[in-house]
């Protein structure tokens, strides 16, 4: 979900609480369970982590500027509302925290750690869904800007940004597929049998 079909309505205590549930259910990487979470409901962070936001927006919106990119991306770009950090009741903020030692199973691929983190963001995501609640994930931030006005310690790392709330309706399809931004990847184009 994004930032044009959230609704203020906040979520019940029973509700989060299932969403994080899920969360804590997810596979890890030898049962590091590497997650922490920030529930960010001040009016004033999230304007600051929204700032953020447009800082970062600009930047991007750059990269879409017409010649440089198909024709028409840029204004098809900036009708999305790629957020939803002052819309939704509840922002969550997921954090990678970094076992100290070796982890089973993340002794040669370093990245398992923060790939553990993503499944809890994806529980979260059907949780909600099956609750009716949408969730917009916003990447389109620094993350030392928000690791730093959210207290973070140095060694954590921002894996996700979540607006979180409940929404006037839910699409059939992605968004981005409906406006026909990108389209769906067949399934023959990419599962390969044998070799690439
Ligand atoms: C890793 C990841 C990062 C994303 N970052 C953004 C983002 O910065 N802004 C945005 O509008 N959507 C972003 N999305 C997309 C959505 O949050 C989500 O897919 C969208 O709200 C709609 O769901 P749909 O894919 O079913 O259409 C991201 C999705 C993923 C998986």
Not at 16 to 31: E, H, K, T, W
Not at 146 to 151: E, G, H, I, R, T
Not at 175 to 195: D, G, P, T, Y
Request: aromatic residues 10%; proline residues 6%; contains cysteine.
């Amino acid at each position: 979900m994004r930032g044009n079909r959230f609704l203020p309505d906040p979520l019940l205590q029973e509700e989060l609480d299932q969403i994080f549930a899920a969360a804590l259910a997810a596979p890890s990487v030898g049962f590091s369970q590497p997650w922490e979470f920030i529930t960010v409901t001040s009016p004033e962070k999230r304007q600051q982590i929204a700032h953020s936001f447009f800082a970062e927006n600009e930047k991007a919106k750059q990269l879409f500027q017409q010649g440089k990119f198909e024709a028409g991306k840029l204004e098809q770009y900036e009708q999305l509302k790629l957020e939803g950090i002052i819309e939704t009741p509840l922002n969550i903020a997921v954090f990678y925290n970094p076992q100290k030692g070796p982890v089973l199973g993340q002794t040669s691929m370093p990245e398992m750690g923060k790939y553990s983190v993503v499944c809890a963001v994806q529980n979260m995501w059907l949780k909600a869904r099956s609750l009716n609640i949408g969730i917009g994930w916003v990447s389109i931030l620094d993350p030392e800007k928000v690791k730093s006005l959210l207290n973070a310690p140095q060694d954590r790392e921002l894996v996700a940004y979540l607006c979180v709330g409940k929404v006037d309706k839910f699409y059939d399809q992605p968004e981005l597929e409906m406006l026909r931004w990108q389209e769906r990847k067949k399934a023959e184009q990419v599962i390969l049998s044998e070799s690439f």
